[in-house]
């Protein structure tokens, strides 16, 4: 287990050069927030509230997404790094220590939100205490959605990374990842709009991802969410497993 650690410690001095990015990074959500209370303002004008939520509610929501995302945001090139090292010949080195190559990647990815994901949950709360919705339980179950939420994230840009072993290049799926994440997560809209027949969209893994984190305190029953959390964790880390042990047998060594 020490030298996943010190995969993850290594990590997070070197994401320490990046700090004043990140804080920068951060000065674009109130722009953001500007954007989405006039957008809403002009569709909500003429309706009280949309499958429950009133304005107040959406504009927290939003506001909470943009909190959870550039919370994990720094883990996003997972599949490019995992894609570099394969077709690089960089695995070559790791493949040959006693050490699960994802497990290490996971660390390392954990290394890159050690600063960003404290930050996230500050303005989580800030967020919550301005809308009175704040308590130290629901600050509970965020942290722990939150951290689930960054593992399926990693696992999902894991397993695209892996499909390099069969794949010349995984960067155009990866690219059309992006836009079915922003609809499935509820980056884009609600989950919660979508209702009757098409409920389940609610409970789909990408979910996980942005929707449960960011509207788990809305929930009559948090430990279910979190509970939908761990066993999509579950399922991919089933599916890694296989990927990596099947794929590593098709791995041919390139790069010098």
Known sequence: MKKYLQSLKIEYLNSKEYFIS????????PITIIVYYFLWKFIMKEQADIA??????????????????????????????????????????????????????FC???????????????????????????SFASLGYFIISLFLGFCLMFQVLCILGLLTFWLKSVLSLRDIFWYILAIFSGEVVPLAFFS??????????????????????????MSLLILEQVIYIVIFSIIIYFMWR?????????GG
Do not use: C
Request: charged letters at 10%; zero cysteines.
């Open 246 to 254: 099947r794929g590593i047998k098709h791995y041919e060594s390139q």
């Open 22 to 29: 990140f804080v920068s990074s951060i000065f674009y959500i």
């Open 108 to 134: 390392i990815s954990i290394g890159r939100v050690v600063i960003s994901m404290p930050l996230g949950i500050v303005f989580w709360i800030a967020v919550q205490l301005y809308f009175n919705k704040f």
């Open 196 to 221: 009757g027949k098409f409920e389940i969209i609610q409970h789909n893994p990408l979910a996980g991802i942005y929707y449960i984190p960011a509207n788990i305190i809305n929930s009559n029953n």
């Open 52 to 105: 429950g939520m009133n304005f107040d509610d959406v504009i927290a929501y939003f506001m909470t997404i943009l909190v959870v995302k550039n919370s994990i945001s720094n883990t996003m090139a997972e599949t490019y790094y995992i894609f570099q090292d394969i077709n690089s010949g960089n695995i070559d080195t790791l493949i040959t220590k006693p050490i699960y190559y994802p497990l290490t990647r």
